[in-house]
């Protein structure tokens, strides 16, 4: 019921956002304005996950994981990326019980068929919009984008993904109304505070903190 309630209160108090954003889109580079992709939900149950089109229509096949000075993401994509401000419509998905507002992000299933057993475990969670993982990871791209091309999606597999499973895992064991709260107040400042100011604030210990 809080997911119902705080995504439909969202969608309807962000609508002037969602249309602005929709008409630079569509003025900028064009239809669609809305990305639909495959990704792994609750017990690895496919769904269409929701996101503002960030890249160029012709370019949206390619790796799986994107990192800073991506050739495919357009000028305004790259700004909505930036502020997180591309993942708007999942709220929708919120409403369809796909995913919840806090909760592990869900991944390709290229990536999840790749994984350990024990990372896998984080599968048994409904998929959130944001979580402590998205926190810790909020300037992810600006990380891979120190990787070589050609390593990028093993890079993801065997260093990023496992440390993103074990973080959600570990804080969903733990988790409570009010640290629920206290990430979805961070992720919301992202857009004001930059993702430099939330990366530097999710630290090692103040993790441990908010799980125990």
Known sequence: M???IVAAL???LLLPAIVLISLAILISSGKPIIFV????GRHGQEFGLLKFRTMKVAAQRGPGV???GDSRITKI???LRKHKLDELPQLVNVLKGEMTLVGPRPDLE???SKASPEDRRVLELTPGVTGLASLAFCDEERLLAQVPADQLASFYLQQVLPQKSRLDSKYAARATF???CGILLRTALVPLLGRH???REVTTGEIDEQVS
Do not use: A
């Open 2 to 4: 809080v997911d119902i």
């Open 10 to 12: 969202s969608l309807f």
């Open 37 to 40: 992709q495959k990704r792994l």
């Open 66 to 68: 994107t990192c800073d």
């Open 77 to 79: 994509g790259r700004w």
């Open 110 to 112: 290229e990536f999840w």
């Open 178 to 180: 009010r640290s629920d």
């Open 197 to 199: 100011w939330i990366e």
